[in-house]
């Protein structure tokens, strides 16, 4: 099993920024690609930023300039710098990587809880 814990939400002042964090742990051969969705209230969760265990990362369209994910293969850790916030970036902040393990020797998908982040107007 993997476990994926954020951290790093809060609300701030647009033109704020924020970096979230993502942790995993738990039992698993390895992590491939790691990333980060948001949903806000009332929307489909959406695609915001994506890295593979080789460093290579695409974000959306809506967020390109302005957020950077990393991530830290030693920690298995990724984070996603948050620049310049508008409010219509408020919603929930989920990571989620695709790991192998026992159960899944093909990789499977793993979700965290999610991280609030609000950005005032």
């Known amino acids: 099993q993997v476990q994926l814990v954020e951290s790093g939400g809060g609300l701030v002042q647009a033109g704020g920024s924020l970096r979230l964090s993502c942790a995993a742990s738990?039992?698993?051969?390895?992590?491939?690609?790691m990333g980060w969705y948001r949903q806000a209230p009332g929307k489909q969760r959406e695609f915001v930023a994506r890295i593979t265990n080789g460093g290579n990362a695409n974000q959306a369209d809506s967020v390109k300039g302005r957020f950077t994910i990393s991530r830290d293969n030693a920690k298995r850790t990724v984070y996603l710098q948050m620049n310049s916030l508008k409010p219509e970036d408020t919603a929930v902040y989920y990571c989620?990587?695709?790991?192998?393990?026992?159960?899944?020797?093909?990789?499977?998908?793993?979700w965290g809880s999610g991280t609030q982040v609000t950005v005032s107007s």
């Open positions: 738990g039992s698993f051969f390895s992590i491939n690609d």
């Open positions: 989620n990587a695709n790991a192998v393990t026992m159960e899944n020797l093909r990789g499977g998908m793993y």
